[in-house]
Nanobody, 115 residues
Framework: QVQLVESGGGLVQAGGSLRLSCATS????????MGWYRQAPGKQRELVAT???????NYVDSVKGRFTISRDVAMNTMYLQMNSLKPEDTAVYYC?????????WGQGTQVTVHS
């Protein structure tokens, strides 16, 4: 059973920073494309950023230059460093692992940015 356990969400003032963590197994980090998605109230879940097993990264335009996705295989953890946070970044953030038809989700962590 694949487990993805997020942590690091919270309440932060606009302009502040948070770092989200997604703990999983080393084999998942080495093989799967890992990603962060978010879902705001009343909106569909959207892709925020991905990192492939080879380390290639991709970001949605709205977070480019502010968010950084990374993996630390030694720590069995994926991260999302979020800087210059805006109220529109408020959402539940989900960790995702994808390899072909295999697709796994974490339970989500709430990020709230107040102005």
């Amino acid at each position: 059973q694949v487990q993805l356990v997020e942590s690091g969400g919270g309440l932060v003032q606009a302009g502040g920073s948070l770092r989200l963590s997604c703990a999983t197994s080393r084999s998942i980090l080495n093989l799967f494309t890992m990603g962060w998605y978010r879902q705001a109230p009343g909106k569909q879940r959207e892709l925020v950023a991905t990192v492939t097993s080879r380390g290639s990264t991709n970001y949605v335009d709205s977070v480019k230059g502010r968010f950084t996705i990374s993996r630390d295989v030694a720590m069995n953890t994926m991260y999302l460093q979020m800087n210059s946070l805006k109220p529109e970044d408020t959402a539940v953030y989900y960790c995702n692992a994808e390899l072909g038809v295999r697709n796994y989700w974490g339970q989500g962590t709430q990020v709230t940015v107040h102005s």
